[in-house]
């Protein structure tokens, strides 16, 4: 029962996460896990009975967002976005594309006057802010494929506008 003036708030929102963090964090830990299934089932039935299944669970999830923030926000930041960067660079120059027509985001803070050292922030930012939550979270989920359709696509049939 709940009365206008209250808030209700999801496991997820006092939690601070996105249901796609989520989802990472889950699927990260016991990926490990059910391979380790796989290759000894054994030892891992063994293990379970030594720690009980609620400890599985919550090591399985520690596990889980260790795994998740390794590869998102150090192996992410410090390899995959800036090869991301260099393949972009890569094909703007290989197809021409200069100003506002670049792929790179990078070149195209740059252009907008963005200063070298704000540009990673300045991305961020608009990713977080820019769009509405609906569509933020949905580019979010879609963001890999949407990323390597831009990249491929010819530059006249990759204008959103």
Do not use: W
């Amino acid at each position: 029962m709940s009365d206008k003036n209250s808030v209700e708030v999801s496991l997820l929102d006092r939690l601070a996460i996105t249901a796609e963090q989520a989802f990472g964090y889950a699927y990260s830990g016991f990926l490990p896990l059910f391979l380790a299934y796989l290759i000894e089932p054994e030892a891992l039935k063994k293990f379970i009975e030594n720690v009980g299944s609620t400890l599985v669970i919550v090591i399985g999830l520690t596990l889980g967002m260790v795994i998740y923030v390794l590869y998102f926000k150090v192996f992410g930041e410090l390899i995959l976005y800036p090869l991301q960067h260099i393949i972009h660079s890569l094909s703007d120059k290989i197809r021409g594309k200069n100003g506002c027509d670049v792929t790179s985001t990078v070149y195209y803070l740059e252009h907008l006057g963005v200063p070298m050292g704000y540009r990673r922030s300045a991305y961020q930012l608009i990713k977080a802010e820019f769009f509405k939550e609906d569509l933020r979270r949905r580019i979010h989920l879609e963001h890999g494929e949407l990323h390597v359709l831009y990249i491929l696509l010819p530059a006249k049939t990759n204008r959103l506008d």
